[in-house]
């Protein structure tokens, strides 16, 4: 009996014994675990969730409220469909930046002498040529009206989110839009900008009642003192290159002006975007009105130049349409614009042009600009499939004029 008992307390012995171990081995492998995941270079990688752009894109414009909206919630971050390589935010600056200076050309004297006029015409040609870009002084527009539409800009932006869905379209067939990147779907990254967008027609003008009321006086009396200095800078233009002054406008070159005003809120982290990406302008001529915060950079000799805002002046550009019918003798030539810390930064551009919508004359160089010496560099296009490329490529850095090439 007392030899059972003896075996019986042994066995219940080696139990507690094993159950001990168990218990100190769960221990030291917790303390283990423990040691292990408090180091950064041994835990195992936390998992994300599966990215899905599409799905990001769609959120974003639901929201209708752009990225002013964004920065309005509080982020902190730039949403990854912002972001871009850094190869794209390149600013390929060197010691010798500080050589370039964009064009300032003073129209003051236009009317005057001859002398006068032929100066202006050399430098507007000049600048036309070498860098596609120049500033005006001395233009003909009010201050007083130049101030009131920076100042609409920020009164349309910086209402009640409501009031702007209302205006919130992709339709292009619409004359006045609110919208976030017209190429948010098909672009690589999005842009940090809003845009409302206006067409201004003529001889179809447009109903003044469907222009935004906080804008609405100061858009009216802008355009119209905008397409004027449009007509005297072809003018210009016509005699640079050697036709009669009415010649780019008998071709219609004025007859649309389309309306682009552009907010660029601040940014939290500009390094990461870019406010628009590089790019060509569509259309013959654009005329910009950019307020005092910087960030519009030309491309020059593989440097991107700050166009920096000189109080008063205007920016003027070549477009695309204007290099194909001058034969490359006019450059249409890539720019950009920084995202920043500062701001916000708003625009105002003016592209000038033909009807895009119900032109049916093709577009293609000028004959008299073709010769033996200067052959012919493009093909006849029509208005449609200039824009429905244009649209279709998107803001993505790329040139639309090669694919119209012979």
């Not at 050399?122 to 005006?136: H, Q, T, Y």
């Not at 009642?209 to 233009?237: M, S, W």
């Not at 000189?310 to 614009?337: P, T």
Request: proline share 5%; charged share 25%.
């Amino acid at each position: 009996m007392q030899g059972h008992v003896f075996f019986y307390d042994f066995y219940i012995i080696i139990i507690i014994i094993i159950d001990l171990y168990g218990h100190l081995s769960k221990k030291s492998q917790e303390k283990e675990k423990m040691a292990i995941s408090s180091d950064p270079l041994l835990s195992s990688p936390i998992v994300e969730p599966v990215y899905n752009r599409v799905e990001e894109l769609k959120a974003f414009d639901d929201t209708k409220t752009g990225v002013k909206g964004l920065v309005d919630s509080g982020i902190l971050k730039v949403p990854k469909i912002f972001i871009r390589p850094p190869n794209e935010l390149d600013y390929k600056l060197d010691s010798n930046l500080s050589q370039f200076q964009i064009p300032i050309i003073y129209l003051k004297g236009i009317e005057g002498d001859k002398k006068t006029r032929q100066e202006i015409v050399d430098r507007i040609l000049s600048a036309s040529e070498n860098w596609g870009f120049f500033l005006v002084v001395n233009h003909g527009l009010p201050t007083s009206v130049m101030e009131e539409m920076i100042q609409g800009v920020f009164r349309f932006n910086e209402q009640n989110d409501e009031v702007k869905k209302e205006l919130y379209s992709r339709d292009r067939k619409k004359r006045v839009r609110f919208f976030s990147n017209f190429d948010l779907y098909t672009s690589k990254a999005a842009n940090w900008r809003d845009a409302l967008y206006i067409s201004m027609l003529t001889p179809d003008p447009l109903d003044p009642d469907e222009l935004p009321i906080v804008c609405r006086q100061t858009t009216i009396a802008y355009a119209n003192h905008v397409t004027k200095l449009g007509d005297t800078l072809f003018e210009l233009l016509s005699e640079g290159l050697g036709l009669e002054a009415n010649f780019l406008k008998q071709e219609k070159c004025t007859e649309s002006c389309n309306l682009a005003y552009h907010y660029y809120p601040v940014c939290p982290e500009p390094e990461l975007t870019i406010g628009t990406a590089r790019h060509t302008d569509a259309g013959f001529l654009t005329i910009l009105l950019q307020d005092s915060i910087g960030g519009l950079q030309v491309l020059h000799q593989d440097q991107w130049v700050d166009v920096s805002p000189i109080a008063g002046s205007l920016v003027v550009n070549i477009g695309d349409l204007l290099q194909i019918i001058s034969n490359d003798k006019l450059k249409s030539v890539e720019h950009r614009v920084l995202a920043n810390r500062n701001g916000p930064r708003v625009s105002v551009a003016c592209f000038l042009g033909q009807r895009l919508d119900k032109s049916t004359k093709p577009c293609g160089p000028i004959k008299d600009l073709i010769s033996d010496e200067t052959p012919r560099i493009y093909r006849d296009i029509l208005m449609k499939e200039y824009v429905d490329h244009f649209y279709s490529q998107g803001l993505d850095g790329k040139s639309g004029l090669d694919y119209f090439k012979l």
